[in-house]
Each structure stands twice: as C-alpha cells, then as structure tokens.
C-alpha cells in the first residue's frame, strides 16, 4: 500500500538555524498538509497547499514557516529562524482527490531545538 | 469554527476489560467526517475509522466499535477485552467534507489509554 514518508525521522538543530523537513506526498495525492504536535499535546493543523499554493493556514503558521512543492514529488516545510518552541513532532498527510478519500500521514519528524 | 472534545484525559483499565472512550464534537457544517486515530509509544499516527456526518450505522471492526449518535454530536470508541497492546493515546478528530473545502482535521487532545495486565 501507498505510504507518505518523511525524512528525518529526527532533526537537531541549534536555536536560530533553519531547518527543512521533507516529505513525500503518496503520487496521485492531490491536497497536502502539515500538522504539529507539542509533546504531550493535540496535533494541530498548521498549512494545506492545494494547486500548487498554501489553501489554508493556521495562526500557528507565521512569517517564519514557509512549504514548498518544488518538484511534483517532495513536500517540504521550511522554519527560517527556529525556535525552542518549535520543538515538536511535524507530520506529513496527503489525501487524494475524492471527497470521500481520507488522509494519509507520515510518521513524523521529531524536531528538538536546542 | 471545529471543535473536537476529548473530556478523558487519561483511563486506565486491566487487560480483558471493556473500555469506551468519549469523543464529543462542534461543527457548523452540515457534512463532516469523523475519525478515529491511534498514536502508539513510538508516535506515529495510525488511522483507525472514518464516519461520514450522513452515516450514523454504528460498526464493529473485531474488538473495536464505534457510536456515532449525531443527536448528541458524539462519536464514542469502545475496545471490547482490552490488551496490553491497546496502550496508547487515542484521537477523535474532524474535518470539513464539502466541494472546496480544504478537509483539514481539527483534533481532540487525546486520551491516554493504558492497559495493565
């Protein structure tokens, strides 16, 4: 069965440096998305990308955070400056294009700023 | 706005004993869909039953079932004979299911369910 995978599985990364954190999407997957998870907290939706653009962020989602889907196959999340509190658990989900399709996550990427 | 409510923070129960885990949820729109995922110790998210607003049959999947009741807004999971390996955090979630919208997820916080055998 079709998987969403993520690269790293763990990032380590000094305060203040940026980090990309790399998904691929499953292929015929036509709406894309990253969530966060604080430890010990609710996953929250952060951005979809829709046609080839951002369709909805959330206030999480700020000036720092930027995705891109540069080549059809990866979808990247880029956090230009990161901070301690970025630390968390990203994860990847695709979702095809019927209605009725659900989405599909990655395991995840565990971020720690230090 | 989407609002998914998980009141248990936290239930612990001894292995072979039933267990239901409440999920209550808020929505405007008239078509959703609900879903259930399991996030073990090792934190992926593993996706357990998705429930269209149209659809409140409520189904058995082996020791699993679901209660949807949209009367009550509530889409509750019930482990039948619990196992050691049940023990994780369990997620109710939501998300829109019109034409145009982003069918983004909107989750509960989670609860923790740990079997002792």
């Known amino acids: 069965e079709p998987e969403v995978t993520q690269t790293p599985s763990h990032q380590v990364t000094q305060m203040g440096q940026e980090v990309i954190l790399r998904c691929v999407p499953i292929s015929n997957h036509l709406y894309f998305y990253w969530y966060r998870q604080i430890l010990g907290q609710k996953v929250e939706f952060l951005v979809s990308f829709y046609n080839n653009e951002i369709s909805e962020k959330s206030e999480i989602f700020d000036d720092q955070f930027s995705v891109e889907r540069p080549d059809g196959s990866n979808f990247t999340l880029k956090i230009r400056s990161t901070k301690l509190e970025d630390s968390a658990m990203y994860f990847c989900?695709?979702?095809?294009?019927?209605?009725?399709?659900?989405?599909?996550f990655g395991d995840g990427t565990r971020l720690s700023i230090l | 706005a989407q609002k998914v409510t998980q009141a248990q923070t936290e239930i612990s129960v001894v292995e072979k004993e039933d267990v239901t885990l409440d999920c209550v949820y808020e929505?405007?729109?008239?078509?959703?869909?609900l879903f259930w995922y399991k996030q073990p110790p090792s934190g992926e998210l593993v996706f357990l039953i998705r429930?269209?607003?149209?659809?409140?049959q409520n189904e058995i999947s082996g020791r699993y079932s679901w209660n949807f009741q949209k009367s009550t807004s509530s889409f509750n999971f019930t482990i039948t004979a619990s196992q050691v390996v049940d023990s994780a955090v369990y997620f109710c979630?939501?998300?829109?299911?019109?034409?145009?919208?982003?069918?983004?997820?909107?989750f509960g916080k989670g609860t923790l369910l740990t079997v002792n055998p």
């Open positions: 429930r269209n607003s149209f659809d409140e």
């Open positions: 929505t405007r729109d008239t078509t959703y869909y």
């Open positions: 989900a695709s979702k095809g294009g019927s209605t009725n399709q659900p989405q599909h």
């Open positions: 979630a939501l998300s829109e299911a019109w034409r145009g919208s982003n069918y983004k997820l909107t």
